[in-house]
């Protein structure tokens, strides 16, 4: 068990020596009020917000055009395509200074949303691996009554997921929230 430990281990802190930014939205579904509130509509969404705001106003040690292209695993890639094309044309935000919405399309996408098996890509098992350890991270602050599954906890105990995301914070996100590891939680309650 202690090999897969410093797997892990290694993972992290070759992802904090990479030129990426790791942005985490956790979705709450306890503050959801409304029987139709779209999960996945709403976390891509978000997703997509903080990624186009961090190169935006935050990278500016990037030299150039300042876009980016959405590379997921298969699955719900049609639907994400949409939320994508939808936000690059029509995104309204509400407006924290007066009452209603205001437009803010997300024109920094390079191209519509790309599918790739994760197993033939190290950067989607990298962010399936922090998107893991941040929902470790949120089950044990959250409920942590509630114990890991036990294949995790054969190799992990509660508490050592904050060893990992420490050993990766370089690559975390921080400005998407001043939460720990640049956690961004919706809906707000």
């Known amino acids: 068990m202690e090999d897969k430990r410093e797997i892990i281990r290694l993972y992290f802190r ?3 020596t990479l030129p ?10 306890q503050n959801v009020k409304s029987a139709h509130y779209q999960v996945l509509k709403e976390a891509f969404g978000y997703n997509l917000l903080r990624i186009h705001n ?9 030299s150039g055009d300042k876009r980016f292209l959405v590379i997921t695993d298969e699955g719900r890639v049609g639907k994400m395509r949409r939320i994508a094309r939808k936000m690059e044309k029509d995104n309204e935000i509400p407006s924290r200074f007066h ?3 205001y437009q803010y399309p997300i024109d920094t996408i ?3 949303v790309i599918s790739k098996d994760s197993r033939q890509s190290q950067f989607i098992q990298v ?4 998107g893991y350890f941040i929902s470790l991270h ?3 602050i959250v409920e942590p009554s509630i114990p890991w599954n036990s294949r995790m906890s054969k190799i992990l105990k509660p508490g050592d997921e904050v060893e990992f995301l420490e050993l990766g914070k370089g690559a975390l996100n921080l ?3 001043p939460l720990p590891y640049g956690i961004v939680y919706y809906p707000k309650p």
């Open 14 to 16: 070759l992802m904090a």
């Open 20 to 29: 990426i930014f790791v942005t985490n939205v956790v979705i709450d579904k």
């Open 54 to 62: 961090t190169l935006q106003n935050y990278a500016a040690n990037l």
């Open 99 to 101: 009452h209603g919405n």
């Open 110 to 112: 390079v191209e519509d």
């Open 127 to 130: 962010a399936d691996l922090v």
């Open 138 to 140: 949120v089950k044990t």
């Open 175 to 177: 400005r998407a929230s």
